[in-house]
């Protein structure tokens, strides 16, 4: 689960993470309100940010103002142009691609004296099965691009399962950025407060870019992106309230609440399929046949007419698609079933409206594959049988073909 970055920093704050002040905003008027009160407090300068579930903001651009995602403000007027050019426009990020995410929110936040920038992330390390900090002194920067370029500049430290992160880690990762005397000594603090954040939240991800060291010494997150571990929600409602549907797909809310596993893609080729491996090789399986997956679509381990029925309510969202491939192995539940399923999915009458001119290719693999493919070919609907994987490969590069 993502949330914004000012819930991150509001939940930062309570673990002991050091964040400048800031406020979030809906409307100008909230907007401007937020930075007297910050000024009244000593701030000087202010920092208005859009608010959406997509990195590049600074970078990005508005589709009607043309302003940045990310504006430094001197006065208060100028925050309240830059509420009035953000709030109810389009941003249009290198995540969001050209159709741009809507700002319905802002953040007004202190813009804090800064006298240089590091780069500060925590996740997990599939290929070795632990935590890791990775650190460096080119923060502000796109990691991706500072891994490419010059890896050497990338410090990382992994953390035994089941063990805390060590301070003597925390100062390895701090000496790497070149820290010294009180500025050192908080940011061992701030990577020790930040690592207890990551574990007891159940993170999948912290990223604090840029990680900023003012003049004054101290050492703060200036930006964070945070996200959750879906399965872990369940411990924590807090977390769980944060989430803005607002911000998400609304087709992938849709499937989620009839408990599948959907991610909308740029295809032509619609695919059903139960189990993630076997959804994946699905696609793969699209792109060799000259299509692209118009979608990632997991219906878990059981196939049943009602789990079928929705898949196809979902699929048939997007007007891109111009062929669906149900691709289900017959292992705990068997492919005979699974097949008058599908039969009956199709025949409903909402779905039959819609897949006239929509071939559907169903391979099923498993437990009583040959009666499944007897009973697709037997069904005389618009409704193509294939027991191999390469059969339903070359039916689907016909159909495209046509």
């Given at each position: ?28 008027e ?18 208005v940010?859009?608010?959406i579930?997509a ?14 995602g ?5 006065t208060?007027?100028?925050?309240r142009?830059?509420?009035d ?33 590091f780069?500060?992330?925590?996740l ?11 650190v460096?002194?080119?923060g ?8 490419e ?20 880690q ?24 930040l ?11 912290v990223?604090?870019n ?5 003049p ?11 996200t ?9 409602k807090d977390?769980?309230?944060?989430r803005?549907k607002?911000e ?22 619609g695919?059903?399929v ?32 009602e ?13 891109n ?12 539940v ?41 009973i ?6 618009n409704?193509?049988s ?17």
């Amino acid at each position: 689960m993502k949330i914004h970055e000012y819930q991150a920093k509001e939940l930062l704050k309570e673990h002991g993470v050091a964040v400048p002040a800031g406020v979030s905003a809906t409307n100008t008027e909230n907007a401007v309100k937020a930075a007297e009160e910050m000024k009244e407090n000593g701030a000087t300068l202010f920092v208005v940010k859009a608010q959406i579930h997509a990195g590049g903001r600074g970078k990005g651009k508005t589709k009607n103002s043309g302003v940045s995602g990310v504006i430094l403000c001197d006065t208060i007027d100028e925050v309240r142009d830059a509420a009035d050019s953000l709030l109810g426009d389009t941003l249009v990020t290198v995540q969001t691609g050209e159709e741009g995410q809507k700002v319905q929110r802002i953040y007004v936040t202190d813009g804090v004296d800064i006298e240089q920038e590091f780069y500060l992330g925590i996740l997990l390390d599939r290929s070795k099965s632990k935590n890791v900090i990775m650190v460096s002194t080119e923060g502000g920067v796109e990691i991706e691009k500072v891994a490419e370029e010059t890896p050497e500049k990338i410090v990382k430290e992994w953390v035994e399962p089941g063990m805390e992160l060590q301070h003597n880690q925390a100062r390895r990762l701090a000496f790497a950025l070149g820290l010294e005397g009180d500025a050192f000594k908080k940011a061992v603090k701030f990577i020790i407060a930040l690592y207890n954040f990551y574990q007891k939240t159940d993170s999948n991800m912290v990223e604090i870019n840029p990680l900023v060291l003012t003049p004054g010494g101290d050492v703060m997150a200036l930006d964070a992106k945070v996200t959750f571990d879906d399965n872990a929600l369940f411990r924590h409602k807090d977390i769980t309230d944060l989430r803005d549907k607002s911000e998400e797909n609304p087709v992938e809310l849709e499937a989620s609440k009839y408990g599948l596993n959907y991610i909308k893609l740029d295809g032509n080729v619609g695919c059903m399929v139960n189990g993630a491996g076997l959804a994946m090789a699905t696609m793969d399986i699209i792109k060799l046949s000259g299509g692209d997956p118009a979608n990632f679509l997991d219906v878990g381990g059981s196939a049943n007419v009602e789990t079928v029925k929705n898949g196809f309510r979902i699929i048939l969202e997007d007007e891109n698609v111009k062929a669906i491939l149900i691709n289900i192995f017959g292992g705990i539940v068997r492919c005979d079933r699974v097949a008058n399923g599908v039969i009956e999915a199709v025949k409903d009458p909402e779905i039959a409206e819609k897949v006239q001119d929509v071939p559907i290719i169903v391979r099923l693999q498993g437990t009583n594959a040959e009666e499944a493919k007897e009973i697709i070919d037997n069904s005389d609907l618009n409704v193509i049988s294939a027991v191999l994987l390469k059969d339903a490969a070359d039916e689907v590069s016909k159909v495209l073909a046509a």
